[in-house]
Structures are given as C-alpha cells and as structure tokens.
C-alpha cells in the first residue's frame, strides 16, 4: 500500500472507529433507559452511529485491500489497533454522564461533517453528506438533555456538574491533530479539527447558558486515543464487542 | 425458469413497486424514493439498480436489497447489481404523494416538507397532523420512535399515539 493511501486509511479507520465505539457504548441502554421513549432514542443514535461507521469501515477495506472487510475491522482488530478519541470509549455512566458526551460528541462530529462536504475525496462527502441529516437530530436531541438536567432540579444539575467534571479533559483530543488528520487536512480531503475548535465552543457556551453551567478553566487535556494509547475502558468494551468472532471465527447471523 | 430477455426498463420500474419496505409495509420502495436508477442493457440483460439508505444505520437495507433481487428473479432478470449510493443524500421530499396518502391511511402521519422544519431549534415541536381525527392540536412524545425514520407523537385531541414519519 503506498504512503498516501496508508494515511488515508489510517484516517478513515479514525473516523469509523469513533462513530462504532460510541454507538456500541450507547448501545448498552438498550432495555435499560430512564423512560422507554428515551430509551429508544438512545439506541436509535446508536443505530445512526453504526451505520455511519459501517459506511467508513467499508471504505477503509476498500483502500486497504487484501481481503479487508468490514467486518475484519470492527471485530479483529485489538485496542492498539483502534484510533478512536478517548472521549467515546469512556463508560456510560448515568444519564447525565451520556447525554453530555453525545453533546460534546454530536457538536464536533456536526462541525467536522460541515468540512468534510468539501472534501476532495468524493467517499468522504458523501458519507458527511448523508451523516449530517442525522447529527442535526442528534445535537439537538442532546443539547435538550444537557439543558433539561443542567437547568432542573438540584439533584439533575449535581449530576451534570459532575458529568462535567469527568468529561471535560477528555475533550481537548478532538481538535489535536493526530500526524495522519494533518496529513489528509493538507491534502484537502480531511479537516483541520484544530479549526472546528472555536465553534465547538461557541457552541457549548450556548447551550451552558441555558443550562446554568459553566465551561471549566482547566487546559490539561488527556490524549493519546487517536495513536492507539486507550483507557482501561477500550479493552472490556472490546471483549464485548468481539466476543462472537473470536470465539466463533466467520460466525454470521 | 427461463431468462427474461424482453423486457424494458419501464417495466423492471413497475415490478420495483411490488417491492416493500419491511418495517412500514404498505410503502413501496418507489414511494420511499430510495430508487434513483434503473439501467437496463437489453443486448446483454444486464440490470443495474441503484439506491440509497433513508438512514446511515437503517437495518431494512439489507433485507431491501435481498428482496429487489428476490423479486427481479421471479420474473427471469438474473443478472442483477445493486450499487448503494450516499449523494445526494435520501430526504423524505422524494417520497411520492401517493406513499404519503398510504402512510396516513395507516396511521402513521407523513413527514412534512423539510425547508420548514430541519432546522436546530432547541425544544420546538413541528405542528403534526394526527392522522386519526385529523386534529393539529398534537404533541411529540419523543424525537425518536419505533424506527429511527419515526418520532412518536401523542393526539391531545382524540388521544390516539401515533407514530410520525419525521422530515429528514
């Protein structure tokens, strides 16, 4: 495989890695949400999200080739392998913990699939075009919840506090450029993340406003995601995730 | 069973319509709009239908594409590729005047048209017809329903919860 092709596989792995990760962390509400309506809505955005990533992981066999399949890189790859942002793998918490990483999640993916429509890469903009209609749902979806728990009862903005507090260093990796995303950004088929970080954060004070919370003045951010240095959390999801194929090698359902 | 090789593209258009769409089954494929292109060679018999996901992560594709070429088989069209496109992307604006009648007739509301609605608005509702009593005086129950292409919404007038085909 040539250098270029290296890359850009490297990045579209990146990015299907953390629309699978996050769906597959989602997933665990199914049956297990506060209220059945939002129980569905949960595992309905997680649907979204692995069909994105589904698209990616498509496109990622195609330019790697040598029997790569879909399949092969969502369940044979160990957690060095996966590229995804620390941020998605994180456990789901309670509900505020979940509804504020979808926010923190949803607002970047909306922006860097705004980009992407630009891409050089024909692949790329049509999986940003086709993923923004559902991303437009999904920040809204929960920014509502950030705004409902934050501005609500004592114990719902306790919750949302401290929600802040676990996430809020896991959401400066988003806008780093990893070497691979700095190459594609060069190229004119990625975006510069660096650039979306402004109007993340524009965006997050918005929504704060409403919710009466307050954007943290920490500037450590934890990192290493995007390189394949995870948490403890990425290898039991994992197992989870994986348990089938490698258990039951080429198993179908 | 012998291969059709006299047929035309119009009527491989008509025999997609006997398709359906295995979560709301009273809505043909053409009705869903998800069919952009039919391209039939009738020196080689070659047939080529393209279509595209209403949602990202809608698990009826698979079964879609299995049943267009199910179908397409009965009647002796054997050699078939279906090309999955994303661009442009599938809007709930192509779905057909006469799908939007069957949905209403099922009870489930038909999506209205999407320049008034796909905007960001925190907490606004869109005004939805119940499609029971016909009453505008409804609520949403939730942004997601029972498939993600759905939102559940409640009647305040009749009472009836019904499901509504969001706009996308």
Known sequence: MSNNRQILSDYVLH??????????????????GPVLEQDIAITNISLDLIGQARSLYQYAAQLIGNGATEDRLAYLRDAREFRNCLLVELPRGDWAVTTLRQFFFSAYQMLLFQQMLHSSDTTLAAIAEKSLKEVTYHVRWSSEWVIRLGDGTEESHNRMENALADLWAFTGELFVPSDYEKSVADNGIGVDVSSLKDNWLQKVQDVFNEATLTIPTTTWFQSGGKEGIHTEHLGYLLADLQFLQRAYPGMEW | MATNTNISTQQIWSLLEK????????????????????????ESGETEIVITPTYSGCPAMDVIRMNIRMTLLEHGIEQVKITTVLS????????????????????????????????????????????????????????FGSTACKSLYQCNACHEPFDYFKCH
């Open chain 2, 19 to 42: 398709v359906t769409d295995p979560e709301i089954p009273v809505l043909s494929i053409i009705d869903l709009g998800i069919v952009r292109a039919v391209n039939h060679s009738e």
């Open chain 2, 88 to 143: 442009p992307a599938w809007t709930t604006d192509w779905m057909s005047e006469a799908g939007k009648e069957k949905l209403r007739a099922y009870g489930i509301a038909p999506p209205n048209p999407s320049q008034q609605v796909c905007d960001m608005k925190l907490f606004a509702e869109e005004s939805v017809q119940c499609p029971r009593c016909g009453s505008y005086s409804t609520r949403r129950v939730s942004e």
């Open chain 1, 15 to 32: 990015l299907a890695d953390n629309a699978l990760i996050l769906g597959q962390r989602n997933s665990e509400w199914c049956g297990h």
